[in-house]
C-alpha cells in the first residue's frame, strides 16, 4: 500500500469537506452585511447555529493529519505562514462568540453582528492568502524568510477568489434554509457571486498556467491533458445548472447548494492534479515528505475509525435541523 498517496487522499478529503461545509458557513457571515434587515441576519445566524462548529472539526482533523503524516509541510506551513494562520484562528474564534452573544444582548447586538461579518470575511481572505502562498511558486527558491513574503499580488487575488466562492455557498445555503424575501435576496447574491468567482477562477488559473511551467505542462500536454479534460468541463456543467436553478421562480431546495459544492469540489480537483504529486509545490513531494511508517500506519487505525464517526453525527445533525428556518423555533 502507498501510504503516501493514502494520506494525501485523507487531507484532500478533510480539507475538500471543510471548504464545502465550513465555506458556506463562512459565506453566510460574508453576506450578512448586505442583509440589512435586523430579522434577516437573525435568521441567517440561526440557520447556522447548529452545526457551525462542527464543520470546523474538519479544519482541526486537516491540521492534525498533516502534523502526524507530513511533519516537514506542518512545520514549514505554520513557520512561513504564522501571521495570516493567526489571524485566521483569532477571526474564527470572534466569529464563534458571536453566535452565542448576538442572540444574549440588547444594545451590543450591532458589535456581534460585525463581529460575525468581520470574522467570517478575515477568516475566509487568510485561508485564500495561504492557499495563494502556497501554490503560486512552483519553484524552490523562495525561502518566505520575510514575514510577509506570502503577501503577493497573486495570494491577495486567491484570497479575493475565495471570498466570492464561500459568498456563493453562502448564498446558496441561504436559499435551501430560508424562505419569502430573504431567500429572493440569497437568490439575487447567488448569481452576481456566481459570475464574480468564475471570473477570480478564472483569472487564477491562467496566471498559474503562465507563471508555473510545471503546472502548464500538466493541464497543456497533449495527450495527457486530456485525462483532466472532464474537470472543467464538470465545472462548466455545474455553473451552467446553478444559474438557471437560480433564475426559477419555484422552491429549488438543495440544488442550488448542491451544484455550487460540485463547481467547488471541480475546481479543487483541477488545483490538485496540476501540482501532483508536491504536498509543497516545487520542493517536497508526498513520498519525500512522508513521516516514518511505524508513526504512519499506528495513526490510520485511529483515523479509519474517527471518519465514519464524524461523517455520522454530521449526517444526523443535518437531517435533524433539515427545514427550514424560522425566527420562532431557531431552526
Not at 193 to 206: G, K, T
Not at 236 to 242: D, E, M, S
Not at 253 to 260: F, V
Not at 320 to 329: A, I, N, Q, V
Request: with cysteine; proline share 5%; glycine share 8%.
Amino acid at each position: 500500500m502507498d501510504i503516501a498517496l493514502v494520506y494525501l487522499l485523507l487531507i484532500g478529503f478533510g480539507v475538500l469537506v471543510y471548504v464545502l461545509l465550513d465555506g458556506f458557513s463562512l459565506g453566510v457571515g460574508i453576506l450578512s452585511p448586505l442583509l440589512k434587515n435586523s430579522d434577516n441576519k437573525a435568521i441567517a445566524m440561526k440557520s447556522l447555529s447548529h452545526i457551525w462548529d462542527s464543520n470546523q472539526t474538519w479544519l482541526v482533523f486537516g491540521g492534525v493529519v498533516l502534523f502526524v503524516a507530513f511533519p516537514v509541510v506542518y512545520s514549514f506551513v505554520l513557520s512561513n505562514l504564522y501571521l495570516p494562520i493567526i489571524l485566521m484562528l483569532v477571526a474564527l474564534i470572534f466569529r464563534g462568540i458571536a453566535f452565542e452573544f448576538r442572540f444574549k444582548s440588547d444594545r451590543s447586538q450591532g458589535f456581534w453582528d460585525l463581529s460575525f461579518a468581520f470574522g467570517s470575511i478575515i477568516a475566509t481572505f487568510c485561508q485564500g492568502i495561504i492557499l495563494g502562498a502556497l501554490v503560486g511558486d512552483m519553484s524552490s527558491t523562495k525561502t518566505l524568510a520575510d514575514p510577509v513574503d506570502w503577501l503577493t499580488p497573486f495570494s491577495i487575488t486567491t484570497g479575493f477568489a475565495l471570498l466570492s466562492g464561500y459568498g456563493l455557498l453562502g448564498a446558496c445555503w441561504l436559499v435551501r434554509k430560508t424562505e419569502a424575501s430573504l431567500q429572493v435576496v440569497a437568490k439575487k447574491l447567488a448569481q452576481k457571486l456566481l459570475f464574480i468567482m468564475l471570473a477570480f477562477f478564472a483569472v487564477v488559473s491562467i496566471w498559474m498556467l503562465i507563471d508555473q511551467p510545471a503546472v502548464a505542462e500538466r493541464w497543456l500536454n497533449f495527450p495527457g491533458s486530456l485525462a483532466l479534460l472532464p474537470l472543467p468541463l464538470l465545472s462548466l456543467f455545474f455553473a451552467y445548472r446553478l444559474w438557471f436553478i437560480l433564475r426559477e421562480r419555484t422552491e429549488p431546495g438543495l440544488k442550488p447548494l448542491a451544484y455550487a459544492m460540485g463547481l467547488f469540489a471541480a475546481a479543487f480537483g483541477g488545483l490538485v492534479a496540476g501540482i501532483f504529486p508536491y504536498i509543497i509545490p516545487g520542493r517536497l513531494t508526498i513520498w519525500e515528505a512522508i513521516a516514518p511508517d511505524k508513526t504512519v500506519y499506528f495513526t490510520l487505525v485511529g483515523i479509519l475509525i474517527f471518519i465514519p464517526v464524524v461523517i455520522a453525527y454530521n449526517i444526523y445533525a443535518y437531517r435533524t435541523f433539515s427545514g427550514k428556518t424560522s425566527m420562532k423555533d431557531g431552526y
